[in-house]
Protein backbone atom coordinates (compact mmCIF):
# COMPACT_ATOMS: atom_id res chain seq x y z
CA UNK A 1 0.00 0.00 0.00
CA UNK A 2 3.03 2.41 0.67
CA UNK A 3 4.43 1.86 -2.52
CA UNK A 4 1.49 2.08 -4.16
CA UNK A 5 0.40 5.89 -2.36
CA UNK A 6 4.19 6.58 -3.39
CA UNK A 7 3.49 6.12 -7.25
CA UNK A 8 0.64 8.13 -7.46
CA UNK A 9 2.21 11.34 -5.57
CA UNK A 10 5.16 10.86 -7.15
CA UNK A 11 3.36 10.78 -10.43
CA UNK A 12 1.01 13.97 -9.82
CA UNK A 13 3.71 15.74 -8.40
CA UNK A 14 5.82 15.13 -11.73
CA UNK A 15 2.86 16.24 -13.74
CA UNK A 16 2.03 19.07 -11.94
CA UNK A 17 5.60 20.36 -12.03
CA UNK A 18 5.18 20.24 -16.00
CA UNK A 19 2.55 21.88 -16.64
CA UNK A 20 3.55 24.90 -14.31
CA UNK A 21 6.77 25.20 -16.55
CA UNK A 22 4.76 25.12 -19.63
CA UNK A 23 2.14 27.39 -18.31
CA UNK A 24 4.84 30.02 -17.56
CA UNK A 25 6.76 29.27 -21.18
CA UNK A 26 3.70 29.88 -23.42
CA UNK A 27 4.00 33.46 -24.11
CA UNK A 28 7.17 33.11 -25.30
CA UNK A 29 8.45 30.85 -28.82
CA UNK A 30 9.32 27.88 -28.49
CA UNK A 31 11.63 25.60 -30.35
CA UNK A 32 9.99 23.40 -32.64
CA UNK A 33 10.85 19.58 -30.84
CA UNK A 34 10.36 16.04 -31.36
CA UNK A 35 7.99 14.21 -29.59
CA UNK A 36 8.85 10.58 -28.22
CA UNK A 37 6.20 8.07 -27.28
CA UNK A 38 7.55 4.92 -25.06
CA UNK A 39 7.50 1.37 -26.83
CA UNK A 40 6.44 -2.15 -25.29
CA UNK A 41 7.76 -1.79 -21.98
CA UNK A 42 10.31 -4.58 -20.55
CA UNK A 43 10.74 -4.94 -16.36
CA UNK A 44 12.26 -2.86 -14.56
CA UNK A 45 13.28 -0.46 -17.15
CA UNK A 46 11.31 1.72 -20.27
CA UNK A 47 13.00 2.43 -23.55
CA UNK A 48 11.20 4.93 -25.40
CA UNK A 49 11.30 5.40 -29.10
CA UNK A 50 11.58 8.66 -31.08
CA UNK A 51 8.41 9.79 -32.68
CA UNK A 52 9.06 10.99 -36.44
CA UNK A 53 7.90 14.70 -36.93
CA UNK A 54 5.09 14.00 -39.48
CA UNK A 55 3.44 11.97 -36.85
CA UNK A 56 -0.01 13.68 -35.23
CA UNK A 57 0.35 15.90 -32.57
CA UNK A 58 -2.73 15.63 -30.88
CA UNK A 59 -2.28 15.30 -27.11
CA UNK A 60 -4.66 11.99 -26.56
CA UNK A 61 -3.51 8.53 -26.75
CA UNK A 62 -4.10 5.03 -25.91
CA UNK A 63 -2.70 1.65 -26.00
CA UNK A 64 -3.04 -1.79 -25.50
CA UNK A 65 -0.63 -4.67 -25.28
CA UNK A 66 -0.16 -8.29 -24.70
CA UNK A 67 2.56 -9.24 -22.72
CA UNK A 68 4.08 -13.06 -23.08
CA UNK A 69 6.70 -12.76 -20.03
CA UNK A 70 8.99 -15.27 -18.36
CA UNK A 71 10.25 -13.53 -14.99
CA UNK A 72 13.20 -16.10 -13.38
CA UNK A 73 14.82 -15.81 -9.74
CA UNK A 74 17.76 -17.82 -9.27
CA UNK A 75 19.06 -18.32 -5.99
CA UNK A 76 22.47 -20.79 -5.69
CA UNK A 77 25.60 -21.57 -3.51
CA UNK A 78 29.36 -22.93 -4.58
CA UNK A 79 29.13 -24.21 -8.15
CA UNK A 80 25.21 -23.97 -8.54
CA UNK A 81 25.24 -21.08 -10.98
CA UNK A 82 28.00 -22.39 -13.07
CA UNK A 83 27.63 -26.36 -12.93
CA UNK A 84 24.96 -27.71 -15.30
CA UNK A 85 25.03 -30.53 -13.03
CA UNK A 86 24.77 -29.41 -9.38
CA UNK A 87 21.23 -28.79 -9.38
CA UNK A 88 20.51 -29.09 -5.75
CA UNK A 89 22.52 -26.12 -4.84
CA UNK A 90 20.26 -23.79 -6.87
CA UNK A 91 16.64 -23.30 -6.82
CA UNK A 92 14.70 -21.15 -9.32
CA UNK A 93 11.52 -19.55 -9.24
CA UNK A 94 8.60 -18.51 -11.74
CA UNK A 95 5.74 -16.69 -11.70
CA UNK A 96 2.43 -19.04 -12.45
CA UNK A 97 0.71 -16.84 -14.68
CA UNK A 98 2.16 -16.98 -18.52
CA UNK A 99 0.19 -14.17 -20.19
CA UNK A 100 -0.12 -10.36 -18.97
CA UNK A 101 -2.32 -7.62 -20.37
CA UNK A 102 -2.19 -3.51 -20.12
CA UNK A 103 -3.31 -0.54 -21.17
CA UNK A 104 -1.67 2.55 -21.10
CA UNK A 105 -3.33 6.33 -21.31
CA UNK A 106 -1.51 9.15 -22.59
CA UNK A 107 -1.44 12.70 -22.65
CA UNK A 108 1.26 15.17 -24.52
CA UNK A 109 4.61 13.89 -22.58
CA UNK A 110 2.96 12.06 -19.90
CA UNK A 111 1.93 7.94 -20.06
CA UNK A 112 -0.04 6.08 -17.07
CA UNK A 113 -0.06 2.19 -17.65
CA UNK A 114 -1.61 -0.34 -15.88
CA UNK A 115 -0.47 -4.35 -16.38
CA UNK A 116 -2.43 -7.37 -14.79
CA UNK A 117 -2.08 -11.03 -15.54
CA UNK A 118 -4.66 -13.04 -17.56
CA UNK A 119 -5.11 -16.77 -16.35
CA UNK A 120 -7.37 -18.87 -15.56
CA UNK A 121 -7.46 -20.50 -12.33
CA UNK A 122 -9.09 -24.01 -13.84
CA UNK A 123 -6.79 -24.38 -16.50
CA UNK A 124 -4.01 -27.07 -16.59
CA UNK A 125 -1.42 -24.70 -16.26
CA UNK A 126 -3.09 -23.33 -13.16
CA UNK A 127 -3.59 -26.86 -11.72
CA UNK A 128 0.34 -28.48 -12.49
CA UNK A 129 1.93 -24.68 -11.63
CA UNK A 130 -0.17 -23.21 -9.48
CA UNK A 131 -2.37 -19.36 -10.14
CA UNK A 132 -0.17 -15.94 -9.63
CA UNK A 133 -1.49 -12.73 -8.90
CA UNK A 134 0.50 -9.79 -11.17
CA UNK A 135 -0.07 -5.82 -11.04
CA UNK A 136 2.09 -2.97 -12.70
CA UNK A 137 1.15 0.45 -12.54
CA UNK A 138 3.64 3.02 -14.18
CA UNK A 139 4.24 6.44 -14.90
CA UNK A 140 6.72 7.78 -17.46
CA UNK A 141 7.22 11.79 -18.50
CA UNK A 142 8.97 11.08 -22.20
CA UNK A 143 10.51 14.64 -23.39
CA UNK A 144 12.50 14.66 -26.68
CA UNK A 145 16.11 13.76 -24.75
CA UNK A 146 15.22 13.31 -21.39
CA UNK A 147 12.49 11.67 -19.11
CA UNK A 148 10.96 10.11 -15.58
CA UNK A 149 9.81 6.36 -15.27
CA UNK A 150 8.30 5.59 -12.05
CA UNK A 151 6.73 1.73 -11.54
CA UNK A 152 5.30 0.00 -8.81
CA UNK A 153 5.22 -3.96 -9.46
CA UNK A 154 4.31 -7.13 -7.38
CA UNK A 155 4.11 -10.69 -8.67
CA UNK A 156 1.82 -13.33 -5.85
CA UNK A 157 2.35 -16.74 -6.41
CA UNK A 158 5.53 -18.80 -7.87
CA UNK A 159 6.64 -22.35 -8.80
CA UNK A 160 9.65 -24.52 -8.79
CA UNK A 161 10.75 -27.49 -11.27
CA UNK A 162 13.31 -29.29 -9.38
CA UNK A 163 13.86 -31.74 -11.81
CA UNK A 164 15.50 -28.53 -13.85
CA UNK A 165 19.02 -29.51 -15.26
CA UNK A 166 19.85 -25.41 -15.28
CA UNK A 167 18.29 -22.20 -14.30
CA UNK A 168 17.74 -21.26 -18.24
CA UNK A 169 16.50 -25.21 -18.80
CA UNK A 170 14.20 -24.99 -15.70
CA UNK A 171 10.62 -25.52 -18.25
CA UNK A 172 12.82 -28.37 -19.77
CA UNK A 173 12.64 -30.98 -17.55
CA UNK A 174 11.29 -34.88 -17.99
CA UNK A 175 7.49 -34.59 -18.09
CA UNK A 176 7.61 -38.42 -17.84
CA UNK A 177 9.11 -38.13 -14.00
CA UNK A 178 7.34 -34.44 -13.65
CA UNK A 179 4.90 -34.56 -10.50
CA UNK A 180 3.25 -31.72 -9.31
CA UNK A 181 2.85 -30.89 -5.74
CA UNK A 182 1.48 -28.42 -3.18
CA UNK A 183 3.12 -25.62 -1.31
CA UNK A 184 4.21 -28.38 1.43
CA UNK A 185 8.23 -28.80 1.05
CA UNK A 186 7.72 -32.05 2.40
CA UNK A 187 6.28 -33.43 -1.10
CA UNK A 188 9.76 -32.44 -2.35
CA UNK A 189 11.62 -34.39 -0.06
CA UNK A 190 9.83 -37.52 -1.02
CA UNK A 191 10.56 -37.18 -4.59
CA UNK A 192 7.75 -34.69 -6.16
CA UNK A 193 9.35 -32.24 -8.40
CA UNK A 194 7.05 -29.39 -9.35
CA UNK A 195 6.79 -26.90 -5.92
CA UNK A 196 4.13 -25.04 -5.80
CA UNK A 197 4.89 -21.79 -3.95
CA UNK A 198 1.50 -19.66 -3.73
CA UNK A 199 3.22 -17.95 -0.20
CA UNK A 200 6.03 -16.35 -2.91
CA UNK A 201 5.66 -12.53 -2.75
CA UNK A 202 7.94 -10.38 -5.60
CA UNK A 203 7.47 -6.56 -5.20
CA UNK A 204 9.45 -3.86 -7.09
CA UNK A 205 9.42 -0.16 -6.77
CA UNK A 206 11.76 1.68 -9.17
CA UNK A 207 12.59 5.60 -10.01
CA UNK A 208 14.41 6.15 -13.18
CA UNK A 209 16.30 9.25 -15.73
CA UNK A 210 17.18 8.79 -18.60
CA UNK A 211 18.83 10.36 -21.28
CA UNK A 212 18.35 10.24 -25.31
CA UNK A 213 21.89 11.76 -27.38
CA UNK A 214 20.72 11.31 -31.18
CA UNK A 215 23.47 10.70 -32.38
CA UNK A 216 22.40 10.72 -36.31
CA UNK A 217 19.01 9.97 -37.22
CA UNK A 218 17.01 11.34 -40.49
CA UNK A 219 13.97 11.57 -38.70
CA UNK A 220 15.10 13.91 -36.15
CA UNK A 221 15.74 17.68 -36.05
CA UNK A 222 17.77 17.71 -33.29
CA UNK A 223 20.48 14.54 -33.77
CA UNK A 224 24.43 15.61 -33.59
CA UNK A 225 25.39 14.97 -36.95
CA UNK A 226 23.48 15.13 -40.65
CA UNK A 227 24.96 12.09 -42.56
CA UNK A 228 25.11 11.62 -46.31
CA UNK A 229 22.46 9.75 -48.36
CA UNK A 230 23.68 6.34 -48.11
CA UNK A 231 23.40 6.34 -44.44
CA UNK A 232 20.04 7.91 -44.48
CA UNK A 233 18.09 4.80 -43.78
CA UNK A 234 19.38 4.31 -40.38
CA UNK A 235 19.32 6.14 -36.82
CA UNK A 236 22.29 5.79 -34.03
CA UNK A 237 20.94 6.66 -30.73
CA UNK A 238 23.38 6.47 -27.19
CA UNK A 239 21.02 6.02 -24.10
CA UNK A 240 22.23 6.55 -20.24
CA UNK A 241 19.63 5.85 -17.20
CA UNK A 242 20.09 6.13 -13.62
CA UNK A 243 17.61 4.51 -11.24
CA UNK A 244 16.87 3.86 -7.50
CA UNK A 245 15.27 0.16 -7.38
CA UNK A 246 13.80 -1.41 -3.75
CA UNK A 247 13.01 -5.00 -4.25
CA UNK A 248 11.83 -7.74 -2.06
CA UNK A 249 11.47 -11.39 -3.04
CA UNK A 250 9.63 -13.09 0.20
CA UNK A 251 8.06 -16.59 1.39
CA UNK A 252 6.07 -17.98 4.40
CA UNK A 253 8.86 -20.38 4.83
CA UNK A 254 11.95 -20.83 3.82
CA UNK A 255 12.88 -20.51 0.02
CA UNK A 256 15.05 -23.88 -0.44
CA UNK A 257 13.20 -26.87 -0.37
CA UNK A 258 13.71 -29.63 2.39
CA UNK A 259 15.82 -32.04 0.17
CA UNK A 260 18.27 -29.22 -0.51
CA UNK A 261 18.82 -28.12 2.76
CA UNK A 262 22.24 -30.28 3.28
CA UNK A 263 23.76 -28.62 -0.17
CA UNK A 264 23.07 -24.83 0.82
CA UNK A 265 24.08 -25.66 4.81
CA UNK A 266 24.09 -22.32 6.45
CA UNK A 267 21.37 -20.33 4.55
CA UNK A 268 18.66 -23.24 4.21
CA UNK A 269 15.96 -21.50 6.04
CA UNK A 270 16.32 -18.25 4.45
CA UNK A 271 13.00 -16.87 3.71
CA UNK A 272 13.68 -12.64 2.73
CA UNK A 273 15.95 -10.99 0.36
CA UNK A 274 15.52 -7.19 0.48
CA UNK A 275 17.58 -4.95 -2.17
CA UNK A 276 17.79 -1.26 -2.61
CA UNK A 277 20.09 -0.69 -5.70
CA UNK A 278 21.24 2.47 -7.06
CA UNK A 279 22.62 2.21 -10.65
CA UNK A 280 23.45 3.45 -14.20
CA UNK A 281 23.11 2.30 -17.07
CA UNK A 282 25.16 3.02 -20.83
CA UNK A 283 23.55 1.85 -24.15
CA UNK A 284 22.86 2.24 -27.39
CA UNK A 285 19.57 1.91 -29.80
CA UNK A 286 20.50 1.68 -34.01
CA UNK A 287 16.91 1.86 -35.80
CA UNK A 288 16.96 1.02 -39.51
CA UNK A 289 14.01 2.60 -41.04
CA UNK A 290 12.59 0.08 -43.39
CA UNK A 291 9.95 3.61 -44.71
CA UNK A 292 8.74 7.00 -43.52
CA UNK A 293 6.36 5.15 -41.18
CA UNK A 294 8.17 2.05 -39.93
CA UNK A 295 11.20 0.77 -38.66
CA UNK A 296 13.26 -2.83 -36.78
CA UNK A 297 15.53 -1.39 -33.89
CA UNK A 298 18.07 -2.95 -31.84
CA UNK A 299 18.96 -1.65 -28.34
CA UNK A 300 22.02 -2.89 -25.56
CA UNK A 301 22.93 -1.76 -22.31
CA UNK A 302 25.52 -2.69 -19.79
CA UNK A 303 25.32 -1.25 -16.32
CA UNK A 304 25.71 -1.66 -12.33
CA UNK A 305 25.14 -0.10 -9.55
CA UNK A 306 25.71 -0.17 -5.58
CA UNK A 307 22.74 -2.54 -3.80
CA UNK A 308 22.36 -2.79 0.08
CA UNK A 309 20.96 -6.14 0.69
CA UNK A 310 18.88 -7.60 3.64
CA UNK A 311 18.58 -11.34 4.13
CA UNK A 312 16.02 -12.45 6.39
CA UNK A 313 16.21 -16.01 8.32
CA UNK A 314 13.96 -17.80 10.55
CA UNK A 315 16.20 -16.78 13.52
CA UNK A 316 18.44 -14.04 12.69
CA UNK A 317 18.70 -11.24 9.45
CA UNK A 318 21.75 -10.21 7.70
CA UNK A 319 23.06 -6.84 5.85
CA UNK A 320 25.31 -5.84 3.66
CA UNK A 321 26.73 -4.21 0.87
CA UNK A 322 27.92 -5.55 -2.88
CA UNK A 323 27.41 -4.62 -6.61
CA UNK A 324 25.16 -5.62 -9.26
CA UNK A 325 25.51 -5.89 -12.72
CA UNK A 326 23.15 -5.49 -15.13
CA UNK A 327 22.38 -6.50 -19.17
CA UNK A 328 19.48 -5.72 -21.56
CA UNK A 329 18.94 -6.92 -24.78
CA UNK A 330 15.67 -5.94 -26.98
CA UNK A 331 14.78 -6.01 -30.81
CA UNK A 332 11.46 -5.15 -32.64
CA UNK A 333 9.50 -3.28 -35.07
CA UNK A 334 7.25 -0.79 -34.92
CA UNK A 335 4.98 1.49 -37.27
CA UNK A 336 4.31 5.03 -36.10
CA UNK A 337 1.26 6.52 -38.16
CA UNK A 338 -0.20 9.98 -38.20
CA UNK A 339 -2.82 8.50 -36.16
CA UNK A 340 -2.52 4.51 -35.65
CA UNK A 341 0.87 2.83 -34.11
CA UNK A 342 1.69 -0.86 -33.83
CA UNK A 343 4.81 -3.11 -33.13
CA UNK A 344 6.11 -6.04 -31.79
CA UNK A 345 9.46 -6.49 -29.68
CA UNK A 346 11.77 -9.48 -28.01
CA UNK A 347 13.69 -8.18 -24.67
CA UNK A 348 15.79 -10.27 -22.49
CA UNK A 349 17.27 -8.54 -18.91
CA UNK A 350 19.13 -10.13 -16.87
CA UNK A 351 20.42 -8.84 -12.98
CA UNK A 352 23.10 -10.33 -11.39
CA UNK A 353 24.20 -10.18 -7.59
CA UNK A 354 25.26 -11.93 -4.59
CA UNK A 355 23.87 -11.79 -1.07
CA UNK A 356 27.41 -13.99 0.71
CA UNK A 357 26.86 -17.07 0.01
CA UNK A 358 24.24 -16.93 -1.56
CA UNK A 359 24.34 -15.67 -5.35
CA UNK A 360 20.94 -13.67 -7.15
CA UNK A 361 20.20 -13.77 -10.45
CA UNK A 362 17.20 -12.29 -12.20
CA UNK A 363 16.68 -13.23 -15.52
CA UNK A 364 13.14 -11.74 -17.44
CA UNK A 365 12.29 -12.18 -21.28
CA UNK A 366 9.73 -10.68 -22.88
CA UNK A 367 7.35 -10.75 -25.54
CA UNK A 368 4.57 -8.19 -26.45
CA UNK A 369 2.89 -6.87 -29.10
CA UNK A 370 0.99 -3.43 -29.06
CA UNK A 371 -1.69 -1.31 -30.77
CA UNK A 372 -2.44 2.35 -30.41
CA UNK A 373 -4.27 5.14 -31.09
CA UNK A 374 -3.34 8.55 -31.16
CA UNK A 375 -6.97 11.30 -31.73
Known sequence: MKGLCLFFFLSILVSLSSQAATNLQRSQPQPIKT???????????????EKPSFVSQSRWSIKGLIDIPSNEMLISVDEGRSS????????????????????????????????GSV???SSDHAQTYGASRFHNLQFDFVGSRWGFHLHHQVYKGFYADLNALSGITIQESDSLTTSATGPSQKAAASGASIIQRPDIEN??????????LPVFDPRRNDAVFDLSDEFRGFGLTLLSDVYVNVSQFSG???????????????????????????????????????SEKSDFFFLMSLGGGVQFQESVY???????????????????????GDHHFTGVSFAIHLITSEVEPVKLDFITTQLVGYYGYRF
Open 35 to 49: EVSPISETVSTEVPS
Open 84 to 115: INATEKRIQYIPGSTTQYGLQLGYGPFFWSYK
Open 119 to 121: FSE
Open 203 to 212: SSDEVRIFYR
Open 252 to 290: AYSLIPVSYHSQFGAVKDLREISTRTIGITFGGKLDWYL
Open 314 to 336: DQKSDSQIQLSKAVQFQTGYEYL
